[in-house]
């Protein structure tokens, strides 16, 4: 469907209490006389979101809160790609005259999808002192369970993945919430079976910005909008204007995939961003020493290589444990200096095996050379103190000022250079966002830069360590936060990232499969899965599989097993490694065939090589029917269970696709047409 504009009744500029309605693909946008909105999906099945128009915007001040503007003019523009609609309204009461200019836009490839944004502009004498604006305040109802994408970052490691239940609230801002954690993707999609709204930013960079979503007792719909709260009131006089920032509206059908695919196309079609497509070398399967944590000595991860190699690992993480102190990153006094780390990389690479080095940047200890010799570094907040990194126990030097950089780079010089690595894994929650940076060495316009120019000190140890070494790869682990949408270019393997249960690793798969497709996800160790030994997560969803086991002996230090690899355990390794070597579904195109909440059991499909293979999840499953979409009608399949130990397999019609398994944990089978052959064992 084309896009398009209907002014519904004649002398709208007369009558200020008329329609105008805005279609893009299946969406339609109607604003009232009141500039409130009502958005439907008209896509097959999809039912109201809610019934009545909303007061979206508002102005929120301490004189008033202004979130109803009689509609007085309406214009139109085409351009290139599409439309631009621009509404003046007017707010006048107790002396005040406010002027609200929306600004709409719809675009050619983006149906169902527009973009929007205000701007208030005071006419009157009176000063109005404004704390916050509110923006594309949405409803959705509905008598089940409404779910909820809420991509944000806190201490509690949420799922991004929530219910939204009776007397849900959470605020979902985008900058620091704890001093660890911040950052997130700009953007929320409330959904139900039958159809998804968002709501999000669509600027270059990350905004301080607040996406609250909350659901009042006793009510049948839950709510969602954009928050720009100011840090002190802003004093609007005669003649001033505030705006907010570019934000879109968005509708679909299914989960939040869809709508998150469309934001990162969005983004990367109008606003520069460009996520990797990782080397081939990004997607083999990695053994992380930290099954040793920080007392492993170089002869525990030498004695360990053998093994290694014949399980079918193809790198060595070396982890935390070899620096002198966060900030201090020569060895410390357990090894003999850069031989000893040339000796880990010489040993690794005899064995045909790559090396990566754990590292902790931006962190640096109190008491360190670094900070002692350059304090300039330090990132410092509105009263002048250093910004405190909780869990390293550490302070947060700016990403944005010189000095940081130049030390940095140093760094990847010693690190891929001089020790010999082949790629780093960027560890922390505090790297996903800092706090504004008041610090005058770090020359900045204003103190929020540091926030919006984070991705460039990423982007400088990403080309750096290339430079070095042109397969090198560099992986961003912020533990427990929801990714920082804008750091992604600037990485080649994305991870789960210290997840809590084996359904995160997967819900987890399927936002970086929709954000930056050709991205591998390394699925972290097989240990931080349900059981420590969900395999069939890791595998099924196309996940780069891992493991930090330890052999032939624990570290002393470490509690427990110490990870020990038990023959049970190696049995299982060397079972799942191969499969994961032979398969390589990390490699595939996931699809989005299926909602993660509403389909039961859970269902994730990869394509590659003109076969599709779903991955199914569910405590136990007992012979229920499952249908597999995606087929062509016209063909009939083989489908094989890739992951039994009998590799049994059977045929399916495309014109009757349904299968009736009976399973514990998870089903993994491949699909393809029969005409080219069964699957190779």
């Not at 079609?269 to 080397?279: L, T």
């Not at 094989?640 to 397999?649: P, V």
């Amino acid at each position: 469907m084309r896009n398009s504009v209907i002014i519904v009744a004649a002398g709208l500029l007369a009558c200020g209490c008329c329609n105008m309605v805005i279609e893009s693909g299946d969406m339609t946008l109607t604003v009232n006389g009141d500039m409130h909105y009502k958005v439907v999906s008209s896509a097959e099945g999809a039912g109201e979101y809610h019934s009545d128009f909303q007061a979206a915007d508002a102005l929120v001040a301490d004189e008033a809160v202004i979130d109803s503007w009689t509609l007085r003019d309406v214009k139109e523009c085409a351009c290139e790609a599409g439309k631009t609609y621009t509404l003046h309204g007017t707010w006048k009461e107790n002396g005040y005259d406010i002027e609200k200019i929306l600004t709409i836009k719809t675009l050619d490839g983006f149906e169902g999808m527009v973009l929007v944004n205000s701007s208030y502009v005071n006419h009157s004498d009176k000063i109005l002192t404004v704390k916050a604006l509110e923006s594309n305040k949405l409803s959705v109802a509905s008598d089940e369970t409404i779910w909820s994408f809420q991509p944000t970052s806190s201490s509690r490691r949420d799922d991004w993945i929530l219910p939204v239940e009776e007397s849900f609230y959470q605020k979902n801002y985008l900058g620091m919430n704890n001093t660890d954690y911040g950052g997130g993707i700009p953007m929320v999609t409330l959904w139900r079976r039958d159809a998804n709204i968002s709501t999000g930013l669509v600027e270059p960079d990350l905004k301080l910005i607040s996406m609250p979503v909350k659901k009042v007792r006793y009510e049948d719909h839950a709510t969602m909008s954009l928050l720009q709260e100011f840090e002190e009131p802003v004093l609007m006089a005669k003649g001033d204007t505030l705006n907010t920032w570019r934000q879109f509206i968005s509708v679909g059908k299914g989960d939040f995939f869809g709508p998150l695919r469309q934001f990162a196309e969005y983004m990367e079609a109008y606003e520069g961003y460009v996520p990797q497509a990782s080397e081939p070398e990004a997607f083999e399967a990695v053994w992380c020493a930290w099954g040793y944590e920080r007392t492993f000595t170089v002869n525990e991860v030498l004695g360990t290589l053998p093994k290694v190699k014949e399980l079918g690992f193809k790198w060595v993480d070396v982890d935390d444990g070899f620096q002198i102190a966060e900030g201090d990153w020569e060895t410390n006094s357990r090894f003999n200096g850069a031989k000893d780390m040339r000796r880990i990389t010489d040993a690794i690479h005899a064995h045909g095996l790559k090396a990566k080095l754990w590292w902790a940047p931006l962190a640096a200890d109190p008491d360190t050379k670094i900070l002692r010799e350059h304090p300039e570094m330090l990132l410092q907040d509105h009263q002048g103190a250093p910004e405190y990194i909780t869990w390293w126990d550490s302070w947060y030097l700016s990403p944005v000022n010189p000095a940081t950089m130049k030390y940095t780079m140093d760094l990847v010089d010693r690190f891929i250079g001089e020790w010999g690595f082949d790629g780093l894994k960027l560890d922390g929650q505090h790297l996903n966002c800092c706090l504004p940076d008041h610090n005058h060495h770090s020359h900045l316009e204003y103190p929020e830069e540091s926030v919006e120019k984070l991705p460039e000190f990423f982007q400088g140890i990403f080309e750096r360590a290339r430079e070095i070494k042109p397969y090198s790869v560099v992986q961003i682990c912020p533990c427990g936060c929801a990714m920082n949408f804008f750091l992604t270019p600037h990485m080649n393997q994305a991870v789960a990232s210290d997840p809590t249960s084996s359904a995160q690793i997967r819900m987890k798969r399927k936002v970086y499969g929709a954000m930056c497709p050709d991205m591998a996800y390394y699925a972290d160790h097989i240990e931080l899965s349900d059981n420590e030994n969900d395999y069939g997560t890791q595998i099924g969803i196309g996940g780069v599989i891992g493991s930090k086991f330890t052999w032939p002996k624990p570290n002393p230090n470490v509690r427990g097993d110490g990870y020990l690899l038990t023959p049970e355990k190696e049995a299982a390794l060397k079972k799942w490694v191969g499969i994961y070597n032979d398969k390589m579904l990390s490699k595939g195109e996931y699809l989005n065939l299926y909602d993660i909440r509403f389909d039961v059991p859970e269902t994730h499909v990869i394509e590659k090589d003109g076969a599709l293979h779903y991955a199914f999840y569910a405590d136990s499953w007992n012979g229920d029917r499952i249908e597999l979409r995606g087929l062509d009608p016209e063909t009939e399949y083989i489908v094989t269970e890739y992951a039994s130990d009998d590799k049994k397999s059977y045929t399916v019609k495309g014109n009757d696709p349904y299968i009736f398994p009976t399973f514990d944990r998870n089903y993994l089978i491949e699909v393809r047409p029969a005409a080219m052959g069964k699957a190779e064992n």
